[in-house]
């Protein structure tokens, strides 16, 4: 969702919020991490090939800048 709002030109901001971290608070595998680090390559690709106007990839499909 991020990577379309940028696509269509719109500001992004960030918003602090007081968090608490502790040792069981969260945590993931290195199964998932993977898998995660492999799709934010595969959208990232995905975006860039779309701004250069290569592809418009399915998640850019119907958004124009």
């Not at 696509?7 to 945590?27: L, Q």
């Not at 993977?34 to 799709?39: D, K, M, S």
């Amino acid at each position: 969702m991020l990577s379309q709002v940028i696509y269509r030109g719109f500001n992004v901001g960030e918003i602090s919020c007081p968090a608490k971290y502790f040792p069981d608070a969260s945590s993931i595998n290195v199964y998932r991490s993977i898998a995660y680090g492999f799709g934010v390559l595969k959208t990232s690709i995905s975006f860039r090939l779309a701004r250069l106007g290569l592809d418009r990839g399915t998640i850019f499909e119907g958004l124009l800048r």
